[in-house]
Structure formats: C-alpha cells, structure tokens
C-alpha cells in the first residue's frame, strides 16, 4: 500500500477519477436496493449517480489535458489510511435514514480529500486544480441536498421514514423481543429448579447455559422457518432467526451468569436482581416499539415471570 504523501499529482488526480467512480457505482446500488419500497429515496439516488458520472467525465477530461491518455489504476484501498466505504448491503440493513446519512458522509469525505490534496502540493498548477476540484465536491454536496429537496418532498420522506421504522419493528424489534422474552421466562424454571435443588452455583449455572443455548438454537430455526417474508415483509428469515437466537441466548444467560458466584445465597439474590430488570426491560420494549401502555406490559410480563419464577423455586425445594 502506497502512503497518500508519496502519490504523485497524476497519481492524486487518478485516485480522484477512481473515487467518483466507485461513488457512482454506489448511489446507483442504493437506487437499485430502494427502488421497491422507497420508490422516491431511490430516484434521488439515481439523480446523483448521474452527477457523479458528469464529474468523473470533466475529471478525466482534465486528467487527458495535463497528463495525457493513459490514467494509472489507483483505488481507495491501495492507499494507507484512506476511507473505506462499507458495503451497501452493511448500510442498507440500518435502514434508508441511514442511507441517506452515509451519503452525505461520501461527499463530505471526497471534499476532504481534494482539500488534503492541494494543501500537500507545492506546484501551483496542480494546487489550483485540486482546490477547483474541492470546490467542486462541495458545490456537489449541496446539489446532493437539492436534489434530495426536489424527489424527497418532506411529505414523501415522513411517509417512507414511517415505512422504515415499520420494517425495523417487524424485521428486527419483533423477532428480537420474541427471543427476548422466551429466552428471560421459559429459563426461569429449570436454572432455579436447578439451584434450589442442589443448593449449588455450579450446577445451576451449567443447567443455565444448557436451557439457554438449547433454547437459543431452538427459537432461531422455529423463527426462520416459521415465515420466509415475502408476504408479510418480515424481512430475510435468516436474520430473523439469527436475531431471534441471539436474543434468546442473552435472556437465559443474563439471570445465569449471576451463579458464577461461588455463594449460593448471594448468587441467587443477584440473579433474581437481574431476573426483575430483564422484564423491565421487555417491558420497556414493548411500550416503546409495540405501543402497549407501560403498566399494563409491566404487569403481565412480571405476572409471567413471577409464575414461572415459583413453578421454578418450588419444584426445585419439593
């Protein structure tokens, strides 16, 4: 990998033409991957993956001009320390405000770019040319935003933003909170069945992580199989699954993990502590996501618990 102080100025300006390049391609993936369900984010897209090509064309039209016909294959990751784009599937999975964030991070990054690079030249041509290309990449960024004014009206945009946070709750919140809670209930009974049985950290917390794991790999195939999303727009099954396992995974080890304490008693006391916030917080979660009133999603979930909780304690003490 080649150091950004050592690129020579046609070295600076084909890494430029590669930049634009790879920034087109980009918005144009975005317009291809929104085009279904944000019909209106994806055209703005295709809009600025036009002007990027426009530039990259007068970028190569300058290139030709100083340094002639044949432009060096330069690329991002060929340099030390450069910005690394993700991937758009990495972007795309966070939801389309996110998108629309790292979009506007491309350009502020190409503009700090252009800015380094005249600012490390001592030929004043050259410095020109990459302070005219800085200006550029700023008189870019605010097309970008009026191009985003002109498709995204703030009525569109308040319509596809419902429509997101809608596929986050189905696509990620739902299935998570499924795991969520029958990872924090249904371990209940055997990991206190367990403790009260033997009056032992150990085998309580090995029973902990079996019911927990067993419980995780169990949940994550039922979720996946359970619905392939393309009817009811839940999303790829397997990240529903993987989220739904993982989840599940962390509600059974959060009230096990307290056994790794040698004293029975105290572990006990601790792990009923943790027992009390993890269905606080699922009850948290669904008044925040699911709209259910905070005392009443308070109520069941510590009435589900609670039970659980004693058909646990006493069948462990009989």
Not at 171 to 176: A, D, H, L, S
Not at 180 to 188: E, I, P
Request: net charge negative.
């Amino acid at each position: 990998m080649k150091s950004f102080d050592d690129l020579t100025e046609p070295e600076l300006l084909a890494l430029a033409i590669s930049n634009e390049e790879e920034d087109g391609r980009i918005f144009a993936d975005f317009a291809h991957a929104l085009r279904d369900e944000y019909p209106d984010t994806a055209r703005m897209f295709s809009d600025m993956a036009a002007e990027e090509s426009e530039h990259r064309r007068q970028l190569i039209d300058q290139f030709v001009e100083r340094f002639g016909e044949h432009i060096p294959l330069i690329r991002r990751h060929d340099i030390r320390g450069n910005v690394a784009r993700k991937r758009v599937w990495q972007v795309r999975q966070l939801g389309v405000d996110a998108v629309r964030r790292h979009a506007a991070q491309m350009e502020r990054d190409a503009e700090r770019f252009y800015r380094a690079a005249a600012a490390r030249t001592s030929d004043a041509g050259i410095r020109k040319l990459l302070g005219d290309l800085a200006d550029a990449e700023a008189t870019h960024e605010q097309r970008a935003s009026e191009i985003e004014a002109e498709r995204l009206p703030a009525k569109k945009r308040d319509s596809e933003d419902e429509s997101a946070s809608r596929n986050f709750i189905l696509q990620v919140i739902q299935p998570g909170l499924v795991g969520l809670m029958d990872g924090s209930v249904s371990t209940l009974a055997p990991v206190f069945a367990a403790a009260f049985a033997t009056h032992d950290s150990e085998n309580a917390l090995k029973v902990g992580f079996a019911a927990s794991l067993g419980a995780g790999i169990s949940m994550g195939f039922a979720e996946a199989l359970a619905d392939d999303g393309k009817l009811s727009g839940r999303g790829t099954p397997l990240l529903r699954g993987f989220i739904c396992g993982l989840m599940t995974i962390a509600g059974g080890i959060g009230h096990t993990l307290p056994y790794l304490i040698q004293d029975f008693y105290a572990a006990t006391v601790v792990a009923c502590a943790v027992v009390v916030l993890e269905l606080l917080v699922i009850a948290w979660i669904q008044w925040r996501y699911m709209e259910t009133p905070p005392v009443s999603a308070a109520a069941k979930v510590m009435l589900g618990g609670a039970l659980v909780l004693a058909a646990g304690i006493l069948i462990g003490s009989s």
